[in-house]
């Protein structure tokens, strides 16, 4: 098989001039890097990339762990995929559905070095589990988490949730619906912003079931159903998700009421969907969030001082409330 | 470093079952699985993957290339890593703005075996270079493409646009704008469909421009915004995308107008969007699709028989027709 050695000689070039365009260094005229692979084609010339990761230990792949397909983890995924592609690495993607099994199959990988780091968005193990992986590589999570070895960028949900609930406290509303989704720390927290502005306010008791678990359009939907059977019914419901808003707001208006006059609606995330129906939302920089995982990733590969941006949560007025 | 005989040992299973283990074999118990892992666990053994990737040269990844975050092509990546998941591969996503030398990073990486095969879902670098690499691995495609060694899932465009444009004529319209998407093999079968239906129907020219490169939300609010500034309305518009359709649909009721009474508007896919807002669209089996290009892939490295789903576009008949 041809080796490097043989492209140099025929390239006219040194042999780390070779190695440079093999490995997509950008500091080689372009003349140059296509004579190389010129030369390379013809003599079918394959750079062994496993023999290669085996001799620097680094793949240039990072694990993104839990993904689902909902449009705030998408455009989390985005963002991380653009930035991480801009510094030359690839993202591999894990669905695990909550499965440890296929968890387990992705913190394999980074202790089998097929991916050097892992962007973790949602998981079922234990965190100790997840901890004793970090000797292989740095993980990173978006979930809240106070760890020695698995930094965080979680934001406050209690925050971002109160804010909400103060603006429809300004508008006038005093019987909040809540809908919240899956059953964690950020759901906690939320619940917990709940209970305080209750407290806070001296707002007395509802009766209205909470509803969890509740993240997509046909979710909404269900609750704009439930919310018109209701003879007390609710004047806000504050969602969990846009595309539970979403799904409520359009619900509700085929039935024939009308939003905000009936009923005043409140997103989370200002994804597409609250653009598009202009629902009053919270904002959620998940952009910011995915670029200071990635450059807290690339401070721990490259023992290095990270530069992070501050995250905030903030209120987009539009005409669901 | 331990070796998997000494694993073997410790467990008391044989050696063929720890390799079992560590390559995620299904038929191993729950029990032997636990023991042979809680083992591996105490000693500390990385199966080095890079070393066993380079022996039986498979590596469980299947790469992506030409990766955007619309919806239409995230439900055919998230359809597409169910079905890879199921299977035990993990997918490796390139994102590649039509940009060649991206795409040459997922093409050199099968040919360095860092991915056992790709889909490519938009390309920018000419078929035969894309075909030289062939022989490294199997290449599918969702573009169409007419290729001896490059299967494609593609359908016809054509057919699809022309059910959605002879539905809008028994509706009674007759003055139809058309905004396409880039400029690909597909929006060429969209124009062509176009161009044949005016002349079947024998309809006159309506004089209005041709709108293209439009797929967003946003690009959808600035026809809107081009709508309600002619005297002379197009009384239909067929979209390229949902998300183009949703941007007019929302902008043109923004201004107090009324869909249908004032314009008809039809969308393509049936996405998430055009369920929220009731769109008369095209309904695009993208996860069937997507099945069918993994279903090849798989006959390919197996040399097996694949078995394929017939693809079909449908009308979706809503409320802004």
Redesign the interface.
């Known amino acids: 098989m041809a080796n490097i050695q043989e492209i140099a000689r025929l390239a006219g070039v040194s042999t780390a001039t070779v190695s440079r365009v093999i490995n997509?260094h950008p500091y080689v005229s372009d003349l140059t890097r296509e004579k190389v692979l010129n030369i390379i084609?013809q003599l079918d010339y394959?750079?062994?990339?496993?023999?290669k990761?085996?001799k620097n230990g680094a793949?240039k792949?990072i694990g993104v762990m839990g993904?689902t397909?909902n449009p705030l983890l998408?455009?989390l995924?985005?963002s991380f995929?653009?930035i991480s592609?801009k510094y030359g690495f690839?993202?591999?993607?894990?669905?695990t559905d909550g499965d440890r099994d296929?968890e387990l199959?992705a913190l394999e990988?980074l202790?089998?070095?097929?991916v050097d780091a892992l962007l973790c968005l949602v998981r079922t193990i234990e965190w100790d589990i997840i901890e004793s992986y970090t000797k292989?590589g740095p993980i990173v999570t978006w979930q809240r988490l106070t760890s020695d070895t698995i930094p965080s960028v979680f934001m406050d949900q209690y925050q971002g949730y109160t804010l909400g609930l103060e603006y429809l406290y300004a508008r006038g509303y005093r019987k909040i619906l809540n809908v919240y989704s899956s059953k964690g720390q950020n759901t906690l927290e939320r619940i917990r912003a709940y209970e305080d502005f209750v407290q806070k306010h001296g707002l007395k008791n509802t009766g209205f079931p909470q509803f969890h678990n509740k993240v997509t359009?046909h979710d909404g939907e269900e609750i704009a159903r439930w919310w018109i059977e209701q003879t007390d019914k609710p004047d806000a419901i504050s969602c969990s998700t846009d595309?539970v808003a979403?799904?409520i707001l359009?619900e509700i208006q085929?039935s024939g009421f009308s939003v905000p006059d009936d009923v005043g609606i409140m997103g989370f995330d200002n994804t597409?969907?609250a653009?598009?129906?202009?629902l009053t939302t919270i904002h959620y920089p998940v952009d910011k969030q995915a670029e200071n995982a990635f450059n807290i990733i690339m401070s721990m590969l490259e023992n290095s001082a990270s530069n992070l941006h501050p995250l905030q949560f903030r209120l987009i007025e539009r005409k669901s409330t």
């Open positions: 997509r084609e394959v750079p062994n990339s496993n023999a990761s085996l793949t792949v993904v397909y998408m455009s995924v985005r995929h653009m592609q690839n993202i591999m993607l894990f669905m296929k199959v990988m202790r089998s070095k097929q292989y359009i595309e979403a799904g359009t085929r597409d969907s653009h598009l129906l202009d």
